[in-house]
């Protein structure tokens, strides 16, 4: 069994700053890519950063310049986000490609419960 665990979330007051981290756990084989998406109040959910095992860093353009993804070794990512403003405000979902040790040819998108980021003052 897999687990994604974010952790992280709260509120904060606009032009601040808060890290998201999220730690996966269970019988991993391997992890491709590990990312995360948020979803506003009506709002369908949306690309904010993915982090691939080997390769280029990719960022939905909302965030850019003012987010940064990071892997904390295999299992592990993290989200800096500065410079918050009130649009920011979101439920932030983890994923990650994960092979488990049953099937470890076989890639599957795993997904964290979401933590909350609320920016207001």
């Known amino acids: 069994q897999v687990q994604l665990v974010e952790s992280g979330g709260g509120l904060v007051q606009p032009g601040g700053s808060l890290r998201l981290s999220c730690a996966a756990s269970?019988?991993?084989?391997?992890?491709?890519?590990m990312g995360w998406y948020r979803q506003a109040p009506g709002k369908e959910r949306e690309l904010v950063a993915t982090?691939?095992?080997?390769?280029?860093v990719n960022y939905g353009d909302a965030v850019k310049g003012r987010f940064t993804i990071s892997r904390d070794g295999a299992k592990n990512t993290d989200l800096q986000m500065n410079s918050l403003a009130p649009e920011d405000t979101a439920v932030y979902y983890c994923?990650?490609?994960?092979?488990?040790?049953?099937?470890?040819?076989?890639?599957?998108?795993?997904w964290g419960k979401g933590t909350q980021v609320t920016v207001s003052s």
């Open positions: 982090i691939p095992s080997g390769g280029l």
């Open positions: 269970g019988s991993i084989f391997s992890i491709n890519a």
């Open positions: 994923y990650a490609s994960i092979a488990t040790m049953m099937r470890p040819n076989y890639h599957l998108i795993y």
